[in-house]
């Protein structure tokens, strides 16, 4: 059988998470987008190795996820900042910390977000761009869009929601 590559499923979840599974990816770009910027930082915060983040970082500049910026002459340093495509993770990465605050925050959550417009503590809500409600699984349909196609990686879904229709 034929391994798929996740970047060439017609599924915006599987080309996602071709970059972004990855767990070092992820604590990466929670380290970028708060603030910590150079390589030694990040090696240092996450006991990553040297190795695996320069990998990690180097596809992430690939992608235009991250840039690599000077912020020093001499000697010459760079650091990493997220550009606006980096920047529209933070929702992403919001709820993968509201779903682990939920199930594995037995002491209450690490981290507090806050909303420094309304000057509230708060927590992230995926809402209807409509009507501003909740979406959950359980009032949403998933329905086919124009860039669907039936393949590797959707051969079961593809049909399964080809045969959805939007119903109230």
């Known amino acids: 059988m034929t391994r798929t590559r996740l970047a060439e499923v017609a599924c915006s979840i599987a080309r996602a998470t071709d970059l972004f599974a990855d767990?070092?990816?992820?604590?990466?770009?929670?380290?970028?987008?708060?603030?910590?910027?150079?390589?030694?930082?990040?090696a240092d915060d996450l006991r990553i190795s040297r190795k695996v983040l320069t990998l990690r970082l180097t596809r992430?500049?690939?992608?235009?996820?991250?840039a690599r910026e000077r912020y020093q002459d001499h000697p010459p340093r760079e650091h990493y900042v997220a550009t606006p495509k980096g920047k529209e993770l933070f929702p992403v990465l919001l709820a993968l910390m509201n779903w682990g605050d939920r199930w594995y925050g037995q002491d209450g959550p690490p981290v507090r977000v806050h909303h420094r417009d309304c000057g509230h503590d708060t927590t992230a809500v995926t809402t209807c761009a409509h009507c501003h409600q909740p979406l959950t699984i359980d009032n949403t349909t998933q329905l086919p869009g124009p860039g669907g196609r039936l393949g590797p990686g959707t051969s079961v879904i593809g049909p399964l929601l080809a045969a959805r229709t939007a119903r109230p």
């Open 23 to 42: 767990a070092w990816t992820a604590l990466i770009m929670r380290d970028v987008l708060v603030g910590i910027t150079r390589f030694d930082d990040l």
């Open 60 to 66: 992430l500049v690939d992608e235009g996820v991250l």
